[in-house]
């Protein structure tokens, strides 16, 4: 079984991945993957291009974890969303310039990636990290892959644009 933890630079990939790791499962960036592979196809300004077409011909089993992760072949293709005033914060803390953290702080809170997994035609669940902790996102993880709890994790529950429509001018350019 494949199963990619996906959603915008910020959302928190990297550090459930790491709970994962410790929890005894084996977690790999969607990075290595792609390198393995030969899916890069550039780099530009220190980031890579993948060829997306190519890793959704992977089969490879086990949990793989990036922002382009469910572009791969997965059984399953878990979505970690995050309040995008969050996300913000946590990309100014990258040092990142403004257009790439807007262009990732819009991308969220429009449901970008959420809607690039749906397209994709496989199992999709979101999970809402927004106050919970890493441990907490990773148990809920668990309850996916066990396929536990899955109308819980049913995607389409999430409005940030509802939810933030009195500080807007804070999450999109205007
Ligand atoms: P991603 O891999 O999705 O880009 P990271 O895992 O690197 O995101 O997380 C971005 C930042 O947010 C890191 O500094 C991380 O420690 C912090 N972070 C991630 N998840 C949480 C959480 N649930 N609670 C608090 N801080 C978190
Ligand atoms: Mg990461």
New binding site residues.
Partial sequence: MLISIT????????????ELTKRGYKVRSLTDVAKEYSCIMDEEDGEYVVDVEKLSRIKIDGIV???LSHYLSADKVIV?R?NPL?VKT?LE??GWDYEKIMDNVEAELLDVILIEALEMEREVYEID?TD???E??ANAVEDIIRGKFTEKYRPGKIDWLTELQDRLEEVVRL
């Fill in positions: 959603g915008t630079p910020g959302v928190g990939k990297t550090a459930v991945a790491m974890e990036g922002h970690l995050c969050i946590r803390n990258r990290t919970k902790s890493v907490e996102i």
